[in-house]
């Protein structure tokens, strides 16, 4: 059952338009300034990590620094990375409060990852896990400097691309992970570090 959404007046959001998917997008959803505060208080405050990942057997560093917060339980698992959760800053609190009223639910876990400059990637990957339930709800909040996230349909490989702007916020949730994967791919075009704040729920 999917939930309403909350929206407020003074913002712009606009439903893409994906076959098989259900994404709400806001290119500014916080003001410039805020959202620069944002992202100077987590670049400084998270403890980021550059995690160990398993792809196709191997054992590799990721291409970025990350933290996972989020509730005492909410342990997350992908790609051979358990990740126990750390615990909830005031301005992740914050950005977690405005996203539940957005999307009208609650998240009790967030992913927070650090592109320091194009060469930080995130892999092609849907957010399936059976933590997250059949139809996740995920709030995806950028900050800092633009990325293009591109995504590619699993059955008839349809692509679709989405600037992610300073401020912006993404919502997935419905079919999209069932049917769609996406990625952030290098670029030698971007100098400038980016923070990504993937809010969600795990099943406990």
């Known amino acids: 059952m999917q939930t309403s959404f909350v929206f407020d007046q003074d913002t712009k ?35 980021w990590s ?27 698992m992908y790609s051979g990375i358990k990740m126990l959760p750390k615990p909830w800053t005031p301005a992740l609190l914050a950005l977690k409060a405005k996203c539940e009223q957005v999307c009208n639910t609650e998240f009790n876990s967030v992913l927070a990852n ?11 990957h849907s957010d399936d896990e059976k933590e997250l339930g059949k139809y996740p709800i995920i709030a995806s909040v950028s900050l800092g400097q633009s990325r293009n996230l591109d995504f590619v349909h699993k059955i008839n490989q349809q692509k679709h691309r989405v600037e992610l702007h300073h401020g912006s916020l993404l919502i997935m949730r419905g079919s999209t992970q069932e049917y769609w994967n996406h990625g952030i ?20």
Do not use: C
């Open 50 to 76: 550059r995690d160990n990942i398993v792809l196709f057997g191997k054992t590799r560093k990721i291409p970025r620094l990350q933290s996972w917060h989020g509730e005492h339980n909410a342990s997350y």
């Open 185 to 204: 791919n290098k670029t030698k075009q971007v100098a400038s570090p980016r923070i990504n704040l993937t809010f969600r729920q795990i099943i406990l």
């Open 114 to 124: 650090l592109y320091r400059d194009g060469m930080d990637s995130m892999g092609f």
């Open 13 to 47: 959001f606009e439903r893409l338009k994906l076959n098989d998917a259900d994404l709400i997008y806001s290119r500014k959803w916080l003001p410039y300034d805020a959202a620069w505060e944002y992202f100077e208080t987590l670049h400084k405050e998270l403890p």
